[in-house]
């Protein structure tokens, strides 16, 4: 499977960015999906996730009320709109997949590239 992001860019602290992450892959059944984020000397952290069946969702909590994810299935695309952005939110946010070959039943799990968020104060 094959997750490309989309949507990143420069933004001023208290704008907004929606980040976008489409998946491709015909053998692969997906279970779940998130974002996490990377800084600059940090390790990575989760930032949301969401179930593709039920839609539940699950947030940090130094995301909590700003940033919301959503997925559409038809499109094999998930999003995640930050809103009130902080400098502090500025990271490569990958999207992450998590499910399971068609083919064999084995646990897959995916990466996209990352793309960069850069929040100015």
């Known amino acids: 499977v094959q997750l490309v992001e989309s949507g990143g860019g420069l933004v001023q602290a208290g704008g907004s960015l929606r980040l976008s992450c489409e998946g491709a892959?015909?053998?692969?059944?997906?279970?779940?999906m998130a974002w996490y984020r990377q800084a600059p000397g940090k390790q990575r952290e989760l930032v949301a996730s969401?179930?593709?069946?039920?839609?539940?969702?699950n947030y940090a909590d130094s995301v909590k009320g700003r940033f919301t994810i959503s997925r559409d299935n038809a499109k094999n695309t998930m999003y995640l709109q930050m809103n009130s952005l902080k400098p502090e939110d500025t990271a490569v946010y990958y999207c992450?997949?998590?499910?399971?070959?068609?083919?064999?039943?084995?646990?897959?799990?995916?990466w996209g590239q990352g793309t960069l968020v850069t929040v100015s104060s």
């Open positions: 892959g015909s053998t692969f059944s997906c279970n779940a």
């Open positions: 969401i179930t593709m069946v039920e839609g539940n969702t």
């Open positions: 992450n997949a998590r499910g399971a070959s068609i083919v064999t039943g084995t646990y897959l799990e995916a």
